[in-house]
């Protein structure tokens, strides 16, 4: 157990591995969670699993204590009332936006059409960015495989997460500019900040150590 | 038949006589306590000018009408501010002490959630004309007083002050600018932010050090003891606080450096609700000593407000303690604070007393406590 009570919402996903080779570095005996992808509640160690978007839900309702995410999730959505403790600096990858190589249509849609169309997945994130940098943008939201949208000519640009750039090279699509560096984040719920206040600052201090 | 739905507006319920029954419960609990210690109740306007509220600096209105005559008019979104217009104008020449109490929905565009409705039900009190540290004291009081009385037993009352930081900033010097985004991640609740714009800032290792360490400070009043001396007079404050509560009421005080409210008013001492049983604070208060000097009556004043709901819904979760499904969202169990909080409770001479009240409105709270003893 990672400290007396505490229930830990742990990222299903690109940042699973990484945050079990953390909490296991703190004494945590993840074996269970490593050797068993169908399950999703680890009691005796106090670990929850899930997607990566779903912790900041389960942290800010109390679900569970603490839990770990990256900064994209928590950019998506800033009306989640949790603390964000410490950037544990693993997950990097950068929120950028992309357009298809060559002349940047983008531009050219701003500047004939007024408005320049953005697919994405981080709807809240993109309209935040385009409202802060002066742009009319219409954002697009996809479920699914972002970089077709420019592809086909529904939109002139995307906003995504990209780890090395090799998806969307192989869809000849190349980076603008860059929103921001995301990393793995500790985040904790406003009343077990309080009320485990111990055991959750034990727990940063190790992770800061580990 | 198919019923025809009728929608109500986002934020917004309807509440049956089940539920109602035990709002009227736990309301009757709080009203009792405040008309016990001398808290008169008064009824402010919903519907308030736009312009006095703006005075005020409180939670910004979000829900606007034009009057007959083009004025704009605004759903109050605390009884904080009305109160304090209320002293300005109808209690101009009164001798302070004065002692309000209110029962009220208070308005705020949120995004709705549970035990946050935008429109929402406060029981709260205004101490005004009390200067710290007598009237915190007292606040702090009838807060453990109303919450002991509606029923709940695990709560805790986090302490701090909303000058503090600010005052730890201007001893080092800190240009305003700067100041003012280090404070905004406090508000935020965001100390990696924290922790990079400190390095960003050309101060000294143990200054920065001390920046991002002194308001992740949390605990007992060890915490007012190891203090630095950059911090030594807010912490004096909340010390003279702490010594004047009543070992009932101390027992329940976790001290937090870092407290801050998003309320533009507050000036000293501050201080949150929380319970084991929901994962928001429950409600909150502190000291604005210079609200009422807006409205004209300058008097250092203190206040609390608790959101019905949410200590409905703690109450809840109390009584369904230790039976999740899960087995692990019980905060309680084998927690640090568990131990203190049942000691603070056992050695409040009229809990017995309390719990007789609370089992008269709320008769299913009794079985909670069974359920947790066969544990």
């Known amino acids: 157990m990672i400290g007396p009570g505490l229930t830990i919402a742990v990222p299903r996903g690109a940042l699973l591995n990484e945050t079990l080779d953390r909490l296991e570095a703190i004494g945590l005996d993840t074996a269970e969670v490593r050797s068993n992808d169908r399950k999703l509640l680890f009691a005796d160690i106090g670990v929850v699993t899930m997607r990566p978007s779903d912790v900041p839900t389960y942290v800010e309702a109390g679900a569970a204590d603490v839990g770990i995410t990256g900064k994209d999730v928590l950019t998506e959505q800033p009306e989640r009332d949790v603390y964000e403790l410490l950037d544990l600096g693993y997950g990097s990858c950068r929120m950028v936006l992309a357009t298809i190589d060559g002349p940047d249509p983008s531009v050219e849609a701003l500047r004939r059409l007024g408005v320049m169309r953005v697919a994405t997945k981080y709807h809240k994130t993109a309209a935040a960015f385009f409202e802060r940098t002066g742009r009319q943008a219409e954002i697009v939201e996809v479920k699914g495989s972002v970089e077709l949208a420019p592809l086909t000519g529904l939109v002139e640009a995307i906003v995504d997460l990209t780890a090395t750039g090799t998806t969307l090279r192989e869809n000849n699509l190349v980076i603008r500019e860059e929103l921001f560096v995301s990393t793995a984040r500790l985040i904790a719920n406003p009343v077990a900040h309080k009320l485990k206040a111990a055991a959750i600052d034990a727990m940063l201090e190790r992770l800061r150590a580990a | ?375």
């Open chain 2, 1 to 375: 038949m198919r019923p025809q739905i009728h929608p109500i507006p986002s934020g917004t319920r309807d509440v049956l006589p089940d539920e109602m029954r035990e709002l009227r419960a736990i309301t009757e609990a709080v009203r009792g306590v405040f008309q016990r210690d001398g808290y008169g109740e008064v009824w402010t306007p919903a519907l308030e000018y736009e312009a006095i509220l703006g005075r005020g600096g409180g939670a910004p209105p979000a829900y606007r009408v034009f009057d007959d005559h083009g004025e704009v008019l605004a759903l109050r979104t605390d009884m904080t501010v009305p109160i304090a217009r209320l002293v300005a104008t109808r209690y101009a020449g009164a001798e302070p002490p004065l002692r309000f109490c209110y029962f009220a929905h208070a308005y705020r565009a949120v995004r709705p959630h549970r035990g946050q409705m935008r429109e929402f039900l406060q029981a709260g009190i205004e101490l005004v004309g009390a200067p710290a540290p007598q009237g915190t004291a007292e606040a702090l009081t009838v807060l453990c007083h109303a919450l002991d009385a509606a029923g709940l037993r695990h709560y805790r009352i986090g302490l701090g002050d909303a000058s503090l930081y600010r005052r730890l900033l201007r001893s080092f010097d800190v240009e305003d600018g700067a100041g003012e985004r280090l404070a905004a991640c406090l508000v935020a609740r965001d100390f990696v932010t924290l922790e990079n714009e400190l390095a960003q800032l050309e101060l000294a290792d143990a200054t920065a050090e001390l920046l991002l360490r002194v308001p992740q400070v949390r605990g007992g009043p060890e915490v007012l003891a190891a203090s630095d001396a950059a911090v030594a007079e807010a912490l004096a404050g909340l010390r003279n606080v702490y010594e004047r509560l009543a070992p009932a009421v101390a027992e329940r005080v976790i001290f937090d450096l870092g407290l801050v409210r998003d309320l533009g008013y507050y000036t000293g001492a501050v201080f949150e609700v929380y319970d084991p049983a929901l994962g928001a604070p429950l409600g909150g208060g502190g000291r604005y000593d210079d609200l009422l000097g807006r409205f004209g009556r300058p008097l250092p004043a203190v206040g609390f407000a608790l959101t019905i709901d949410r200590l409905h819904i703690a109450l809840t979760g109390e009584e369904h303690e230790g039976d999740a499904v899960t087995g692990l969202s019980s905060y309680g169990h084998g927690e640090e604070h568990e131990g203190d909080a049942v000691t603070g409770l056992s050695s409040y001479g009229h809990g017995e007393e309390h719990e007789g009240d609370a089992a008269t409105g709320l008769s299913s709270y009794g079985q909670g406590e069974e359920k947790r003893v066969d544990r």
